[in-house]
């Protein structure tokens, strides 16, 4: 009779996980696109404290964008300066920020934003949000998110995790920015 109860208990203990799983896919599949009205502040809108009339954060602009780094409304990604750039249609650069890099990590190329998440754990146990995907690599899902608890851990070479890891101020900026379909730049 326990193998039977065992049997049962593994059977329903299947069947919850199963059913989680469903519901944390769909939780994150009808998650708002964005956590604002509108994409961009209207013309009329006054710019928020600390930034330009354009509403780009003069504090976080000073660093060029790599040349030859495409043109139009994208997000760049330097493997070797470990930053991001934030740029709108104008070629303006909308916001700047230094990022802990994955362990696996984007050949240079032009991706598109492939997914987003607004909470998830993380690949290395983590919660975290903002989750941003564009690429996968060796079976290894590749994005942008930061951690709930604020940290950025230098990435374990020995786990092969996608995450790149931004503060969560830059995340929710990446969050409102980079929607589906984005054009996600990676140059080295």
Excluded at 24 to 38: E, I, K
Excluded at 56 to 82: C, H, I
Excluded at 95 to 116: D, H, I, L, N
């Amino acid at each position: 009779m326990s193998g039977k109860s065992s049997m049962i208990v593994t059977a329903l203990t299947a069947a919850a996980l199963a059913a989680v799983g469903f519901l944390a896919y769909q939780a994150s599949a009808s998650a708002p696109d964005h956590t604002t009205a509108g994409k961009h502040p209207s013309a009329s809108a006054s710019p928020s404290p600390g930034k330009g009339k354009d509403g780009a954060d003069q504090q976080k602009t000073e660093v060029p964008v790599p040349p030859n780094s495409g043109e139009g409304e994208r997000v760049v990604y330097s493997l070797g300066a470990k930053r991001v750039w934030l740029v709108t249609a104008d070629g303006k650069i909308k916001r700047t920020f230094e990022v802990t890099p994955s362990a696996v990590s984007p050949a240079p190329g032009t991706y598109k934003v492939t997914g987003r998440s607004l909470k998830i754990p993380g690949s290395d146990g983590v919660p975290i949000e903002h989750v941003v995907r564009f690429a996968v690599v060796d079976n290894v899902v590749i994005g942008f998110s930061s951690a709930v608890d604020g940290s950025m851990p230098t990435p374990n070479a020995k786990k092969k995790t996608g995450g790149i890891r931004e503060t969560r101020e830059d995340g929710t900026a990446m969050w409102d920015f980079a929607l589906g379909g984005t054009k996600i730049v990676v140059v080295s």
